[in-house]
Protein backbone atom coordinates (compact mmCIF):
# COMPACT_ATOMS: atom_id res chain seq x y z
CA UNK A 1 0.00 0.00 0.00
CA UNK A 2 1.28 3.24 -0.87
CA UNK A 3 2.50 5.30 2.21
CA UNK A 4 3.71 8.74 2.82
CA UNK A 5 4.73 9.86 5.79
CA UNK A 6 5.51 13.51 6.58
CA UNK A 7 7.87 15.02 8.71
CA UNK A 8 9.96 18.67 10.36
CA UNK A 9 6.69 20.29 11.50
CA UNK A 10 7.34 22.32 15.08
CA UNK A 11 6.67 25.61 16.72
CA UNK A 12 8.63 28.10 15.16
CA UNK A 13 8.90 31.90 15.66
CA UNK A 14 7.36 34.57 13.11
CA UNK A 15 10.18 35.79 10.52
CA UNK A 16 11.88 31.57 11.05
CA UNK A 17 12.04 29.09 8.96
CA UNK A 18 11.34 25.27 8.86
CA UNK A 19 12.54 22.41 6.30
CA UNK A 20 9.15 20.01 6.28
CA UNK A 21 10.02 16.15 4.37
CA UNK A 22 7.76 13.61 2.90
CA UNK A 23 8.99 10.06 2.77
CA UNK A 24 7.33 8.16 -0.14
CA UNK A 25 7.58 4.08 -0.26
CA UNK A 26 5.74 1.73 -1.87
CA UNK A 27 5.54 2.88 -5.34
CA UNK A 28 7.01 4.63 -8.12
CA UNK A 29 8.21 7.57 -6.83
CA UNK A 30 10.16 8.94 -9.85
CA UNK A 31 6.68 8.59 -11.18
CA UNK A 32 4.39 11.09 -10.00
CA UNK A 33 3.88 14.30 -9.15
CA UNK A 34 3.76 15.82 -5.60
CA UNK A 35 2.17 18.48 -4.20
CA UNK A 36 2.01 19.88 -0.62
CA UNK A 37 -1.49 21.26 1.10
CA UNK A 38 -2.41 22.89 4.27
CA UNK A 39 -4.72 23.28 6.50
CA UNK A 40 -4.93 25.83 9.04
CA UNK A 41 -7.20 25.59 12.26
CA UNK A 42 -10.76 25.74 11.56
CA UNK A 43 -9.99 26.41 7.69
CA UNK A 44 -10.06 24.45 4.59
CA UNK A 45 -7.02 22.56 2.70
CA UNK A 46 -5.13 24.83 0.67
CA UNK A 47 -2.94 23.85 -2.29
CA UNK A 48 0.54 25.53 -1.77
CA UNK A 49 3.09 23.94 -3.98
CA UNK A 50 3.69 21.25 -6.78
CA UNK A 51 6.73 19.48 -7.86
CA UNK A 52 6.42 17.39 -11.31
CA UNK A 53 8.07 13.71 -11.35
CA UNK A 54 10.98 15.06 -12.92
CA UNK A 55 11.90 18.20 -11.48
CA UNK A 56 11.52 20.33 -13.98
CA UNK A 57 8.35 22.38 -13.11
CA UNK A 58 7.51 23.89 -9.68
CA UNK A 59 4.52 26.15 -8.72
CA UNK A 60 3.22 27.47 -5.75
CA UNK A 61 0.60 29.12 -4.63
CA UNK A 62 0.90 33.24 -4.50
CA UNK A 63 0.97 33.45 -0.60
CA UNK A 64 4.01 31.35 0.10
CA UNK A 65 5.49 32.43 -3.41
CA UNK A 66 9.42 33.71 -3.10
CA UNK A 67 9.01 32.19 1.03
CA UNK A 68 8.94 28.80 0.23
CA UNK A 69 10.95 26.21 -2.08
CA UNK A 70 9.96 22.60 -2.97
CA UNK A 71 12.19 19.91 -4.27
CA UNK A 72 12.42 16.66 -4.35
CA UNK A 73 14.87 13.74 -4.37
CA UNK A 74 13.84 10.90 -6.56
CA UNK A 75 17.09 8.56 -5.29
CA UNK A 76 16.08 9.18 -1.30
CA UNK A 77 12.21 9.03 -2.30
CA UNK A 78 11.53 12.14 -0.60
CA UNK A 79 10.23 15.71 -1.54
CA UNK A 80 10.79 18.43 1.06
CA UNK A 81 9.17 21.99 1.51
CA UNK A 82 11.48 24.74 2.47
CA UNK A 83 9.87 27.33 4.30
CA UNK A 84 11.49 30.47 5.20
CA UNK A 85 9.80 33.75 6.68
CA UNK A 86 6.98 32.24 7.94
CA UNK A 87 4.35 34.41 10.01
CA UNK A 88 1.81 33.34 12.11
CA UNK A 89 -1.03 32.80 8.70
CA UNK A 90 1.08 29.61 8.29
CA UNK A 91 0.13 27.82 11.22
CA UNK A 92 -1.72 24.65 9.74
CA UNK A 93 -1.45 21.34 9.37
CA UNK A 94 0.85 20.19 6.02
CA UNK A 95 0.08 17.34 4.03
CA UNK A 96 2.21 15.99 1.06
CA UNK A 97 -0.15 13.94 -1.43
CA UNK A 98 0.58 12.57 -4.66
CA UNK A 99 -1.21 13.54 -8.03
CA UNK A 100 -2.79 10.72 -9.35
CA UNK A 101 -1.93 8.94 -13.01
CA UNK A 102 1.58 9.17 -12.50
CA UNK A 103 3.01 10.97 -15.54
CA UNK A 104 -0.65 11.50 -16.91
CA UNK A 105 -1.06 14.32 -14.49
CA UNK A 106 -4.80 13.44 -13.89
CA UNK A 107 -4.99 16.60 -11.81
CA UNK A 108 -6.41 14.88 -8.50
CA UNK A 109 -4.66 13.43 -5.27
CA UNK A 110 -4.85 9.21 -4.91
CA UNK A 111 -2.69 9.27 -1.61
CA UNK A 112 -2.19 11.76 1.41
CA UNK A 113 0.00 11.78 4.18
CA UNK A 114 -0.94 12.15 7.97
CA UNK A 115 0.12 15.63 7.96
CA UNK A 116 2.58 17.67 10.14
CA UNK A 117 1.46 20.46 12.16
CA UNK A 118 3.88 23.67 11.94
CA UNK A 119 3.09 26.33 14.51
CA UNK A 120 4.27 30.28 14.24
CA UNK A 121 4.26 31.81 17.30
CA UNK A 122 6.07 34.37 19.12
CA UNK B 1 -11.54 32.75 2.53
CA UNK B 2 -11.67 29.63 0.79
CA UNK B 3 -12.50 29.62 -2.98
CA UNK B 4 -15.02 27.29 -2.83
CA UNK B 5 -17.65 27.14 -1.20
CA UNK B 6 -19.22 24.18 0.66
CA UNK B 7 -21.73 24.38 3.91
CA UNK B 8 -20.15 24.16 7.54
CA UNK B 9 -22.33 21.18 8.71
CA UNK B 10 -24.55 18.28 7.09
CA UNK B 11 -26.49 15.75 9.05
CA UNK B 12 -28.47 12.69 8.59
CA UNK B 13 -29.80 9.40 10.43
CA UNK B 14 -28.36 6.52 9.33
CA UNK B 15 -29.95 4.72 6.28
CA UNK B 16 -31.09 8.50 4.70
CA UNK B 17 -29.53 10.36 1.93
CA UNK B 18 -27.33 13.95 1.90
CA UNK B 19 -25.90 15.76 -0.21
CA UNK B 20 -23.28 18.57 0.47
CA UNK B 21 -23.08 21.49 -2.37
CA UNK B 22 -19.64 22.81 -3.53
CA UNK B 23 -20.27 26.35 -5.69
CA UNK B 24 -17.55 27.72 -7.65
CA UNK B 25 -17.10 30.27 -10.30
CA UNK B 26 -16.65 30.03 -14.01
CA UNK B 27 -12.74 29.80 -13.61
CA UNK B 28 -12.83 26.63 -11.48
CA UNK B 29 -15.65 24.37 -11.26
CA UNK B 30 -17.42 25.93 -14.56
CA UNK B 31 -14.70 25.42 -16.49
CA UNK B 32 -13.35 22.48 -15.75
CA UNK B 33 -14.81 18.84 -15.32
CA UNK B 34 -11.76 18.48 -12.58
CA UNK B 35 -13.95 18.39 -9.40
CA UNK B 36 -12.62 15.76 -6.59
CA UNK B 37 -13.70 15.20 -3.48
CA UNK B 38 -11.99 13.90 -0.09
CA UNK B 39 -12.95 12.25 3.04
CA UNK B 40 -11.12 13.28 5.83
CA UNK B 41 -11.60 10.97 8.81
CA UNK B 42 -10.21 12.18 12.51
CA UNK B 43 -7.21 10.09 12.69
CA UNK B 44 -6.76 9.22 9.23
CA UNK B 45 -5.21 10.50 5.88
CA UNK B 46 -7.73 12.72 3.08
CA UNK B 47 -9.08 10.06 0.95
CA UNK B 48 -9.83 10.73 -2.93
CA UNK B 49 -13.71 9.40 -2.93
CA UNK B 50 -14.61 11.02 -6.47
CA UNK B 51 -12.27 12.32 -8.96
CA UNK B 52 -13.68 14.14 -12.63
CA UNK B 53 -16.62 15.22 -11.20
CA UNK B 54 -18.34 12.02 -11.37
CA UNK B 55 -15.75 8.81 -11.08
CA UNK B 56 -15.38 6.75 -8.19
CA UNK B 57 -12.06 5.17 -7.36
CA UNK B 58 -11.85 1.10 -6.99
CA UNK B 59 -12.64 0.28 -3.60
CA UNK B 60 -14.67 3.82 -2.89
CA UNK B 61 -18.32 2.45 -2.05
CA UNK B 62 -21.32 3.01 -4.55
CA UNK B 63 -22.89 5.09 -1.81
CA UNK B 64 -20.87 7.76 -2.75
CA UNK B 65 -22.02 9.88 -5.88
CA UNK B 66 -21.41 13.28 -7.22
CA UNK B 67 -22.48 15.72 -9.96
CA UNK B 68 -22.09 18.87 -11.43
CA UNK B 69 -24.46 21.85 -12.79
CA UNK B 70 -22.77 25.44 -13.82
CA UNK B 71 -20.61 26.27 -11.06
CA UNK B 72 -21.67 24.37 -8.31
CA UNK B 73 -20.52 20.51 -7.83
CA UNK B 74 -22.31 18.11 -5.51
CA UNK B 75 -21.71 15.06 -3.59
CA UNK B 76 -24.45 12.87 -2.44
CA UNK B 77 -23.77 9.93 0.80
CA UNK B 78 -26.68 7.94 0.19
CA UNK B 79 -27.49 5.12 2.84
CA UNK B 80 -25.81 7.20 5.42
CA UNK B 81 -23.70 5.10 7.52
CA UNK B 82 -21.60 5.71 10.85
CA UNK B 83 -18.80 5.67 9.06
CA UNK B 84 -19.48 8.24 6.78
CA UNK B 85 -18.79 10.78 9.72
CA UNK B 86 -16.33 12.95 8.71
CA UNK B 87 -14.75 16.09 7.04
CA UNK B 88 -15.35 16.57 3.24
CA UNK B 89 -13.74 18.60 0.80
CA UNK B 90 -14.59 19.70 -2.43
CA UNK B 91 -11.30 20.68 -5.07
CA UNK B 92 -11.02 21.92 -8.48
CA UNK B 93 -8.88 22.48 -11.19
CA UNK B 94 -8.78 26.14 -11.74
CA UNK B 95 -5.81 26.75 -14.46
CA UNK B 96 -2.20 27.48 -14.95
CA UNK B 97 -1.92 29.87 -12.36
CA UNK B 98 -3.40 28.89 -9.44
CA UNK B 99 -4.08 25.28 -9.88
CA UNK B 100 -5.87 23.66 -7.42
CA UNK B 101 -8.52 25.57 -5.28
CA UNK B 102 -10.50 23.97 -2.20
CA UNK B 103 -13.79 23.98 -0.46
CA UNK B 104 -14.30 25.58 3.41
CA UNK B 105 -14.95 21.58 4.20
CA UNK B 106 -18.21 20.20 5.34
CA UNK B 107 -18.49 17.95 8.58
CA UNK B 108 -20.72 15.26 8.13
CA UNK B 109 -22.97 14.20 11.60
CA UNK B 110 -24.61 10.60 11.86
CA UNK B 111 -27.16 11.55 14.10
Known amino acids: QVELVESGGGVVRPGGSLRLSCAASRFTFSNYGMHCFRQAPGKGLEWVAYVRFDSTSKRYTDSVKGRFTISRDNSKNTVSLLMNGLTTEDTATFYCARESGGRSLNKNFDYWGQGTLVTVSS | ?111
Open chain 2, 1 to 111: QSALTQPASVSGSPGQSITISCTGSSSDIGNYNLVSWYQHSPGKTPKLIIYDVTKRPSGVSNRFSASKSGNTASLTISNLQAEDEADYHCCSYAGTYTPYVFGSGTKVTVL
